[in-house]
Every structure is written in C-alpha cells, then in structure tokens.
C-alpha cells in the first residue's frame, strides 16, 4: 500500500509540473531545448532559496561535524547502493562485460569493503562507472524534451523525469519497508537514509558550486548548458560526433546541480 501511494504521490507531482510548464507555452524563448524558460527560472530561483536557507547550511555543519574519513565513507556507502542500478542498467543498454565488471564492484564493495564503506573495487581495477534510467532510455532512442527544472531535484528533462522513476524502482533504499516491518520505523529508515543521501552529496559539492556561481555570467543558462552537455556526453559514451556542439564542453563536467 506505501508504494501505491508513493507512486501516486509521485504521479501527481509530475502531473503537476507538466501542468505548470503548459502554462508557460504562450512565453516560450527562442531557444528550442528551452520553451519553457520562465517556469523554469522560477523554479531554480525556488531552488535556490531552499539551498541557501536549508541545504547549504545544513551542509556546511555536516562538513565540520564529520572527520574525513567518515565522510568518505558515507559517500562509498550510498555509491555502492547505486551500483545496483548502474549494473541494471548496463545490462538494459546491452553492456553485458561492463555489468559483469560492476556487480563484481558491488560484490566486492559490500563484502570486503564492508557494506561499501571502503572502496575496494577501485583499488583492483573494478572503476565506477555512471550509468542511469535516463540513459537508457536515451540509448534506445528516446528524445530528451525540452528542459525542465524541477522542484527540489534541479535541472531535468521530459525525459529526465522517467528516468528518475525508473532509478526510484532499482533503488534499494525504495525498498528498506520490505525487508523492515511495515510502519514507522521502516518510514524513518527510508525517509532517513535518504535525508543522509542528498546531505552527504551537497556536501561533496559545495567547492564545486562556488566555482560554478562565481564563474557564471547567467547562473541559468551556465547549469542548463552544463547539465545538457554532460547528460548529452555520457548517453553517447563519449562517442560524440565531431559536429555536435556539446561535444566538447561535456568531457569534462562531472555531476551537475545547481546546489
């Protein structure tokens, strides 16, 4: 019964964002990846104001409460989670040695590397790899759409959304009631390992987007490119063609979020 209604819930909400970018058809710029650029902006102004007001703080205590190490490891724990659905994935898209090589990272990680807290895979030649729904998708020929930011998760796209439904469903943590005693207590683990999760990650980006807003000339445009570039770099693998405009600029960008 929860994941029905985490999955209405979810439904609803992207009902809701579709509806608030329809309303801005009649204001659609120039830029064809963009139609919706006024809905858009307001959003990530939105973002912006959770960041600064609740993320980045909170962040900023998380860094100078944890040594480290811990830190560290709490980055390898949630990296090794998400291995589940990088080898899922891999095998969706075909990628059938580099599936093998990632649940052996998984298996290795969760083992020896106790529960994923050290990253051993890495040390025996088992690299990370980043592989999600969205690319997939992307990889059997859906379109992207045109961009979205979305409340809370930032820069997206039509088919970003999906993809986010889809990492929801290979993503363990979605699972903690089934294998905890339904009610409270598997709400709270859930509810808190996620909490953890986008702490830990926004706390791993804080230097990066510094750099990012201080570099920027339009903060929008500066993450709408990026995010587009890299989601365009990695579902090619890196095979971009020569002509292709984000060839170049998507080499180099790692994760992208505006906070």
Not at 26 to 35: F, I, L, M, Q, R
Not at 148 to 173: E, H, Q, Y
Request: glycine share 10%; hydrophobic share 35%.
């Amino acid at each position: 019964m929860r994941r029905k209604a985490l999955l209405k819930f979810m439904s609803v909400g992207l009902l809701t964002v579709l509806s608030g970018c329809a309303t801005t058809t009649a204001n659609k710029t120039s830029d064809p990846k963009d139609p919706y650029e006024n809905w858009n902006r307001k959003v990530q102004s939105f973002n912006d104001n959770v960041d600064d007001y609740v993320m980045k703080p909170v962040a900023k205590g998380y860094n100078w409460i944890t040594p480290t190490f811990v830190n560290q490891g709490v980055s390898n724990f949630f990296s090794n989670l998400d291995d589940i659905g990088v080898s899922a994935n891999d095998l969706l898209q075909g990628k059938f040695a580099q599936s093998g090589s990632d649940s052996a990272r998984f298996l290795v990680n969760t083992t020896v590397g106790v529960a994923g807290l050290v990253d051993v895979g890495s040390r025996i030649d088992l690299p990370k790899h980043n592989e999600d729904f969205d690319q997939t998708l992307g990889f059997w020929g859906v379109n992207s759409g045109p961009y979205l930011v979305l409340p809370f998760f930032g820069p997206s796209t039509v088919r970003g959304v999906a993809g986010l439904l889809g990492d929801a469903a290979l993503n363990p943590i979605s699972y903690s009631g089934v294998y905890l005693h339904p009610g409270y207590w598997a709400s709270a683990v859930s509810g808190g390992l996620g909490v953890v999760k986008a702490i830990d990650t926004r706390a791993d980006n804080l230097a990066t987007e510094k750099v990012a807003s201080e570099a920027a000339v339009d903060r929008y445009d500066f993450f709408k490119n990026a995010y587009l570039q890299q989601r365009n770099y990695l579902i090619k693998d890196g095979n971009v063609p020569e002509e292709d405009v984000l060839k170049d600029e998507g080499k180099s960008l790692g994760p992208v979020s505006p906070y």
